[in-house]
């Protein structure tokens, strides 16, 4: 069974911390790895990873595959208020569309 | 216009009411999928449609009925729904089931059954 699983689960930080979310997968016929951010409501796209090495940056936040490891991670710089939210991981294969993670709850304190 | 849309943006029901879930996109996207999300939880996903045809079905009970009336429309018919279905509702679309391309959701239909 397809299995996307993110860490940490829930994390707080200050403004202007780096943080690090994780996601680790196990997806037959694996294609892509895709990040959202979800606020209130619907998810809201950000990477779509293909390739392993290479890093995919929007302004403060980056994001990496690793296709040996099994893993990609999201990176935040300069972390601000804004930020919090659920980050959203999801594999994407060649039988279902998506499999999402749970998420990881980030809350930015000032 | 890179918008999903969805209406109503909150809908309450009792459980022997029915009634329709629309979601619409002009991204000429030919794949749109439904999601049901509870609280606190990750998407799951419910329906795919390819080309206007049903392609995945995940096991989803017949009181919830999807309909695509054309590539731009994808419609959920509720029916005798349990409290148990109240969640947020969402659409998406992408260019094609193919996975290579992202998907874009719409902003999402509360639903609460009573």
């Known amino acids: 069974e397809d299995k996307v699983v993110q860490s940490p689960l829930s994390l707080v930080v200050h403004e202007g911390d780096t943080v690090t979310l994780n996601c680790s997968y196990e997806?037959?016929?694996?294609?892509?790895l895709l990040w959202y951010k979800q606020e209130k409501k619907a998810p809201t796209f950000l990477f779509m990873l293909?390739?392993?090495?290479i890093e995919k940056k929007s302004g403060r936040l980056s994001s990496i595959l690793d296709k040996k490891e099994l893993f990609s991670i999201l990176n935040i710089t300069a972390t601000q208020t804004g930020d919090s939210a659920v980050y959203l991981c999801?594999?994407?294969?060649?039988?279902?569309?998506?499999?999402f993670g749970k998420g990881t709850r980030l809350s930015v304190i000032a | 216009d890179t918008e999903v849309t969805q209406t109503p943006k909150h809908l309450v029901m009792g459980m022997t009411n029915k009634k329709s879930l629309k979601c619409e996109q002009h991204?000429?996207?030919?794949?749109m999928y439904w999601y049901k999300q509870k609280a606190k939880k990750p998407p799951e996903l419910m329906f795919v449609y390819s080309y206007e045809k049903l392609s995945i079905n995940e096991s989803v009970p017949s009181r919830f009925s999807p309909e695509c009336p054309n590539s731009s429309l994808l419609n959920l018919h509720l029916h005798a729904l349990q409290p148990e279905d109240s969640a947020l509702y969402l659409c998406?679309?992408?260019?094609?089931?193919?996975?290579?391309?992202?998907?874009?959701f719409g902003p999402g239909t509360r639903l609460t059954v009573t």
């Open positions: 998406a679309s992408s260019l094609s089931s193919d996975s290579t391309y992202e998907q874009y």
């Open positions: 991204m000429g996207h030919r794949a």
């Open positions: 293909t390739s392993s090495g």
């Open positions: 997806v037959t016929n694996f294609r892509s």
């Open positions: 999801a594999g994407l294969s060649g039988n279902t569309p998506l499999v």
